[in-house]
């Protein structure tokens, strides 16, 4: 199988809820963490989370979603979507 080599940027979502964040990679970073949710995952406080908006447009359920990937792929639930991050949601390997 051929390997691609992806340049993401690291993506700060720890203040997502008081101030958007927006671009690209938070749009890819929407659609990849969509795939996750298809799972059924449920948040913090036990609902489920709904499929985000893949609109660049990152608040407080893209932030949501992603602390509820960096659980469930055992990597540090801060909210930062950093290169550890990029890697397991695009293999989908957790």
Do not use: C, H, Y
């Not at 969509?34 to 609109?55: C, K």
């Amino acid at each position: 199988m051929a390997q691609v080599a992806v340049s993401l940027k690291t993506i700060d979502l720890r203040k997502a809820e008081l101030q958007s964040v927006e671009g690209e990679d938070v749009k890819t970073l929407q659609a990849l963490l969509n795939l996750f949710l298809t799972a059924g995952d449920v948040g913090e406080d036990g609902s489920p989370i709904p499929p985000l908006t893949a609109d660049g447009a990152a608040g407080a359920k893209t932030k949501q979603a992603a602390l509820a990937f960096q659980t469930a792929a055992n990597l540090e639930t801060d909210a930062i979507v950093g290169p550890l991050t990029w890697k397991k949601l695009v293999e989908q390997d957790f």
